[in-house]
T-cell receptor, first 119, second 116 residues
């Protein structure tokens, strides 16, 4: 079974340009997440989709970031216009629909990330 | 506020020896889950082990075990019989159960180097 796939693996753009990152989750996973790691810091949550709906977008830094998941399959994260501080590694993860209980295990399976460099 | 702290930016261990990677957490939620991930040089984050806050026993998965000390709010990862392939970045993460969110909170990671 294929894991979470992210494209491209690396993107180098200039400040002010637009970049679109893509994530293909594990087949059948309704939950899809985006995270970001800025150099040397912790990995931070950006947002969470359940199928095509945004469940939680509390981590999105500003309105230059737009995430979509049309049809509830793959997702894109667009940064427009990119700024220097947007540089980092963007991870996508997916998980199955949770079973019941206050602490469902909810293992999130991550991709290898997209390294974004804004010059 | 919820937080994960990994105080060891880098660790060395001799092949075949055991190593402990530290993780402390802070949460006021009585229901939470703790996770460890491994990130080799290829970049993909690999799930290793999970511990729920209500689990009575420490989690184990092959050579990985989680030393869960609830009162001290620590969830250290123990790798037994280290192998060269264990060289990687290791992240500790937490998810709160009753906050209504599925997001993980991560620490800054520990880079482990296994020496031959």
């Amino acid at each position: 079974e294929a894991g979470v796939t992210q494209f491209p693996s690396h993107s180098v753009i200039e400040k002010g340009q637009t970049v679109t990152l893509r994530c293909d989750p594990i087949s059948g996973h309704d939950n899809l997440y985006w995270y970001r790691r800025v150099m040397g810091k912790e990995i931070k949550f950006l947002l969470h989709f359940v199928k095509e709906s945004k469940q939680d977008e509390s981590g999105m830094p500003n309105n230059r970031f737009l995430a979509e998941r049309t049809g509830g399959t793959y997702s894109t994260l667009k940064v427009q216009p990119a700024e220097l501080e947007d540089s980092g590694v963007y991870f996508c993860a997916s998980s199955q629909q949770l079973a019941g209980g206050p602490i469902a295990k909810n293992i999130q399976y991550f991709g290898a990330g997209t390294r974004l460099s804004v010059l | 506020a919820q937080k994960i702290t990994q105080t060891q930016p880098g660790m060395f261990v001799q092949e075949k020896e055991a190593v402990t990677l530290d993780c402390t957490y802070d949460t006021s939620d009585p229901s939470y889950g703790l996770f460890w991930y491994k990130q080799p040089s290829s970049g993909e984050m690999i799930f290793l082990i999970y511990q729920g806050s209500y689990d009575q026993q420490n989690a184990t998965e092959g050579r990985y075990s989680l030393n869960f000390q609830k009162a001290r709010k620590s969830a250290n990862l123990v790798i037994s019989a280290s192998q060269l392939g264990d060289s990687a970045m290791y992240f500790c993460a937490m998810r709160e159960g009753t906050s209504g969110t599925y997001k993980y909170i991560f620490g800054t990671g520990t880079r482990l180097k296994v020496l031959a």
